[in-house]
Every structure is written in structure tokens, then in C-alpha cells.
């Protein structure tokens, strides 16, 4: 399995280079699957979304396709998907995104696509592989009931959290002074990256690649 784990998607040259690596053949030779479904319910200016799919077209794809599981069936997004070569997860709503990869049904279909597909995740697009989605900060939209103590699963691709955006303007309290006293009441291990850093992961082995900061806790 395959993934380059961002804050912000391809944001720099190392990061893009990252992609390079893990596909082993130029962007020109690759089709992209650019899915939105996790900004679906975000409020507001979609700048982010629009950068992002302008940064891809602009990296030179043989193809871009824009396919959102939560709102096409599964006999129109399944062949596309299988056709492509890499699965762009945009960021957005976490629990918004894993509610729609279950509901879909791509959740049991994703581990058997991976073998021979990349996976990029942009921000909750990245959250989503981690075993459990605590470090959201994403609106709860639905109405399913968690016991007290209980954790939101993740697809559990990784065996740790994600924190992205940190130091961004964006996002004022995601800073490492307030990550340092997170970590002081949160047991589990987890990365806050900032948006010039990705997390490369080829079957386990583990790589931060980073133009910018980012921080191991726990």
C-alpha cells in the first residue's frame, strides 16, 4: 500500500517528487482521481478546492477526473475509479468523508484497489486512514450515537494520528505550543504537520517529507 499523507496536498517540489517516487512514472502517463466529497458541507469560499485541482492541472496529468461517492452511484464512480491511478482525497468534514466511504461502499473495496493505486490525502482526506478520527475538529453532521469513551474509527491503514495545518493562519490555535499540551492528555501518537509536509508511507515503511514544521507526540 501506497500513500503520501498531506496537509495541503501537492503543495511543494518534495512532496510532488514524493509522488514521482511512489508511482515511478510521470504525471503525464497518469490519471488522477480528484475526490471533493469531504468539502461537500463546508461553508463558504472554496478557494482550497480550486487551487488544488488548478495545482494538479498545472503538474501536467494525463487525466483529472472529479468523482464524488456521495453522489453518484456505485456502478457510475466504481469504473472510474479502477481506471485511474491515484486517489485524490480532498480535505473538508472528516466525519463527513469516512461516513460517505462507508456508506459508498468503497471502504471494503479501497485495501484490494491499493495494491496497485496510490492514495493522497489532503487534511481530513489524510485523518481518515489514521485508526481513529479523535484529533477531528470537523462538525458532527449525522445523528449516530457514540458511547461515552468510544473512539470514531478510521479505515486504520496507519497505527497513528494526523494533525494537519498546523501554524497556519487558518487554523490560529494549531500551534505546537497547544499540540505540546494536547499530548499531556491524549495517549495516542500523533504527527502535526504543517502544509508544507507530507507523511510517504510504501507497505508500512515511513517517511516524512517537509519543506516546512512538523512535530512527533507521544
Known amino acids: 500500500m501506497k500513500l503520501l ?28 482521481a480528484f475526490i471533493p466529497t469531504a468539502s461537500n458541507v463546508e461553508k463558504g469560499d472554496k478557494f482550497w478546492v480550486i487551487d488544488d485541482l488548478i495545482n494538479l492541472k498545472n503538474l501536467g496529468f494525463k487525466q483529472v477526473d472529479i468523482i464524488d461517492i456521495s453522489a453518484l452511484p456505485k456502478d457510475v464512480w466504481l469504473p472510474r475509479l ?20 462507508e456508506k459508498s461502499g468503497l471502504k471494503d473495496l479501497l485495501p484490494k484497489m ?13 485523518m481518515v486512514v489514521c485508526k481513529n478520527l479523535d484529533l477531528s475538529t470537523s462538525e458532527r453532521l449525522y445523528d449516530e450515537k457514540v458511547d461515552e469513551g468510544a473512539k470514531d474509527e478510521g479505515l486504520g491503514y496507519v497505527d497513528f494520528l494526523i494533525r494537519p495545518h498546523l501554524n497556519s493562519p487558518y487554523f490560529p490555535k494549531l500551534n505546537l505550543e497547544n499540540m505540546e499540551k ?33 512535530k512527533k507526540f507521544n
Open 5 to 32: 499523507l498531506t496537509s495541503a496536498g501537492l503543495s511543494n517540489k518534495s512532496i510532488g517528487n514524493s509522488l514521482l517516487e511512489l508511482t515511478e512514472r510521470p504525471f503525464s502517463e497518469l490519471n488522477i
Open 82 to 101: 479502477e481506471e485511474t491511478d491515484i486517489f485524490y482525497f480532498e480535505g473538508g468534514n472528516t466525519f463527513h468523508l469516512m461516513h460517505w466511504i
Open 114 to 126: 491499493l495494491k496497485t493505486k496510490v492514495y493522497i490525502g489532503v487534511s481530513a482526506g489524510s
Open 182 to 214: 494536547m499530548s499531556q492528555e491524549f495517549p495516542d501518537t500523533f504527527y502535526a504537520i504543517d502544509d508544507q509536509t507530507a507523511i510517504k508511507i510504501v507497505d508500512g515503511k515511513m517517511e516524512i517529507v517537509s519543506e516546512g514544521v512538523w
